[in-house]
Nanobody
């Protein structure tokens, strides 16, 4: 059973930084595409960033140049460095692990709140 546990969320002022971590267990981490998604109140869950097993990254336009996704296969971990945070970045951030249909797992989420 794959488990994903996020950490690192919190309250920060606009312009500040946070680093989210996601620890994975029970799966084939090194082969999976890892991603961060977020869901703000009253909105649908949206893509923030993904990183493939080979290290290729993809970002939502809204976070390009501010957020950096990275992974450490030796630690079964994925990270999201968030800089120049804005109030509109406020959301619950979820870690995702995807390999093939049927191998698509989510963490419980971590709250990020950016005050103006």
């Amino acid at each position: 059973q794959v488990q994903l546990v996020e950490s690192g969320g919190g309250l920060v002022q606009a312009g500040g930084s946070l680093r989210l971590s996601c620890a994975a267990s029970g799966g084939i981490f090194s082969r999976t595409r890892m991603g961060w998604y977020r869901q703000a109140p009253g909105k649908q869950r949206e893509l923030v960033a993904t990183i493939t097993s080979g290290g290729s990254t993809n970002y939502a336009d809204s976070v390009k140049g501010r957020f950096i996704i990275s992974r450490d296969n030796a630690k079964n971990a994925v990270y999201l460095q968030m800089n120049s945070l804005k109030p509109e970045d406020t959301a619950v951030y979820y870690c995702n692990s995807y390999y093939v249909p049927g191998y698509d797992y989510w963490g419980q989420g971590t709250q990020v709140t950016v005050s103006s």
